[in-house]
């Protein structure tokens, strides 16, 4: 891989990667609900899942994947209700919270997650959406030159997407972490928690609603 075309890459990726999905809205959750070094360890579990996402690229599990349409049919089923599920276990948080509040007088009840927690949710967020796999299967193969070795060019495509995920969801992690301690009340982090919530299952919904193209 050249470095022109390595540039056009990273820049391509950079673009997709600053629109808000939801990786990102996990990101922002945590952080606000847990500090901004939460972000570390949600970032390694959605890495985790990409790193696998690649490697099925490399070996070509986009065209099967599209031969197969029973399959994709039954990961967007999967994917969707996994993010609207997560939708509805964040408004139920709020609506706990609402009723342990009386008691809990003007503290923070929050409760924390362990990183096994954060960490495997980030990777099933990650992998809820079937078509990142296919989009992947479709925009990683446009940057590989058939003259070097595909080990090496997607070694290197992986290294920078983890590179730019890291920067950029770090990033939007400390900029939620400073207005979270900013704006640091429980009627504000509630309502942050009932929109992520409801993000999630707008995106579930969705995925769900999406047409196979």
Not at 13 to 18: E, F, H, P, Q, R
Not at 87 to 101: C, E
Request: aromatic share 10%.
């Amino acid at each position: 891989m050249s470095f022109e075309i390595w540039i056009m890459f990273a820049t391509a990726y950079l673009i997709v990667t600053l629109s808000p999905g939801p990786n990102v809205i996990l990101v922002i959750k945590n952080s606000i609900q847990q500090g901004w070094k939460s972000a570390l360890i949600t970032i390694l579990g959605n890495l985790l899942c990409q790193l696998i996402i690649v490697c099925l690229v490399a070996v070509g599990i986009g065209h099967l994947l599209a031969q197969l349409p029973e399959w994709f049919f039954a990961m967007k089923c999967i994917g969707g209700l996994y993010l609207i599920y997560l939708g509805f276990k964040n408004l139920h948080s709020v609506r706990s919270a609402n009723i342990d509040l009386p008691e809990a007088g003007n503290k923070h009840t929050h409760t924390q997650q362990p990183p096994t927690s954060l960490f495997t949710q980030a990777f099933f967020v990650s992998a809820s959406n079937p078509k990142t796999l296919i989009f992947l299967s479709a925009f990683l193969p446009q940057f590989l030159d058939i003259t070097h070795s595909h080990l090496e060019q997607f070694s290197v495509m992986y290294l920078t997407i983890c590179l730019i995920v890291t920067s950029v969801h770090l990033s939007y992690a400390f900029l939620s972490h400073r207005i979270g301690k900013t704006l640091k009340t429980q009627s504000i982090e509630r309502k942050l928690t009932k929109i992520t919530g409801g993000l999630f299952i707008t995106m579930g919904g969705g995925i769900l609603l999406s047409s196979r193209t």
